[in-house]
């Protein structure tokens, strides 16, 4: 065989829905941004400022010690399920937040991002309806994609999915399989729904049976007030909810969990099963060591204040250097991310290479679409930013525009 055949015909055949599998894009513009000195603004990670280091070392410790009842047990292999404690702590959280939760409906996953591929590989089938919010998560999207689903774009504005749009949308076409919401502090918007507009959208929900998967990793960095009651809370037996330990311990551990309906839960569990066994049964051990004493309700407030005091430092310097330049963005009042829509005629991605030259980054905000991608969108992420760094990268992305429109 000529050696040059082998290197150009290859024996794997792609699956088709591998075909339509691509690198994510934030990713691939993290390639661009991570030059010396860049301030970033593009990333989605948490602060690792927030990250409870020593907690999590006398953790690791108390869980190995010598004589420790479960040193060995956290080494093997463990119950697809999830830690019993774990379970009944997020049960238990869930209660305080108006939904009754059984542990038996908690499924432990690697991330959420993992529940939201189980989501997928359980209720999606080729040709199947899905709707999403406008923009929307773009993890969602790659998660729902391989499984070949046709989106729908619901329309929405600053309070998130319209009620009334949802129900046009609905009006064309078979029922969809479940709308997928991220009702706090979404990502990318950072907007979030209030009570009046949870209520509606629930109605419609329930009215033509439309069943909702209920996304909330940013739920405890509410700034002034917690967000309204869940939508679980509300239609439980119509709301799969997605939660993460990422946002309130540290994204390493790769721990999340999913709350289902029983007649949903054991197919979760057997794609859980298929997919990694079990979720790192050390890595639950020490969560479940690190929260056990009312830990969270100590170390999550100091995380929220931190972020607060970044929100505030973004949304002074996009006041003070957007001032006259017809550039409208978000306020959220809880989470990382601030959206912001430039002018008419401007493109965020062909500004992109531009703001890197000035000494910033952002990401454009096309990729969070669906379908229909707007443009004059772009994300900036304020947490993982100093305030002084805030206040000069905003200033340059202001130039950047300026220079845009002049």
């Not at 931190?306 to 989470?335: C, E, F, I, N, S």
């Not at 991608?373 to 990268?393: A, M, Y």
Request: aromatic share 8%; proline share 9%; with cysteine.
């Amino acid at each position: 065989m000529n050696p040059t055949d082998s290197q150009q015909a290859s024996p794997w055949r792609l699956a088709e829905r591998a075909a339509a599998m691509n690198p994510s894009a934030i990713r691939e513009i993290l390639k661009i941004t991570e030059r010396p000195g860049i301030l970033n603004f593009a990333g989605g990670l948490p602060s690792p400022e927030t990250f409870p280091v020593a907690a999590m070392r006398e953790a690791c410790a108390a869980v190995l010690a010598e004589g420790s009842a479960v040193a060995r047990a956290s080494l093997q292999y463990a119950a697809s399920e999830g830690l019993p404690e774990l379970r009944q702590w997020v049960a238990t959280e869930m209660g305080k937040q108006g939904a009754r939760v059984s542990p038996d409906q908690v499924l432990i996953t690697t991330g959420s991002q993992q529940g939201l591929d189980l989501v997928a590989k359980v209720l999606i089938d080729e040709g199947s309806r899905v709707l999403v919010e406008t923009p929307t998560y773009l993890g969602a999207l790659q998660a729902f994609t391989p499984m070949q689903p046709r989106f729908a774009s619901v329309p929405s504005d600053e309070g998130g999915v319209s009620a009334q749009g949802l129900r046009d949308v609905l009006q064309k076409g078979e029922l969809p399989r479940f709308i997928y919401l991220l009702p706090n502090f979404q990502n990318p918007t950072g907007r979030t729904q209030d009570e009046a507009r949870r209520g509606q959208v629930l109605a419609v929900c329930r009215e033509l049976g439309l069943p909702i998967v209920e996304d909330n990793p940013y739920g405890e960095l509410w700034f002034d007030a917690p967000p309204p009651a869940p939508l679980l809370a509300r239609w439980a037996e119509g709301v799969i909810y997605l939660g993460s330990f990422s946002k309130i311990l540290a994204p390493g551990l790769r721990l999340g969990y999913v709350i289902a309906p029983p007649q949903l839960y054991p197919k979760l569990l057997q794609a859980k099963q298929a997919a990694d066994l079990h979720t790192p049964g050390f890595n639950q051990r020490v969560v479940a060591e690190v929260i056990k004493d009312g830990f969270l309700d100590r170390h999550v407030p100091t995380i929220r204040a931190r972020y607060k005091a970044q929100r505030d430092a973004m949304l002074a310097a996009l006041d003070q250097h957007m001032a006259g330049l017809d550039v409208q963005w978000t306020r959220p009042v809880g989470g990382m991310f601030v959206w912001v829509t430039l002018p008419a005629g401007l493109n965020a991605q062909a500004l992109l290479p531009q703001a890197v030259e000035a000494g910033m980054a952002f990401v454009p905000g096309a990729p969070f679409y669906a379908d229909q991608p707007d443009p004059r969108t772009l994300r900036l992420s304020f947490v993982t930013s100093t305030p002084e760094q805030i206040e000069r990268g905003m200033a340059m992305l202001a130039e950047v525009v300026r220079a845009a429109v002049s």
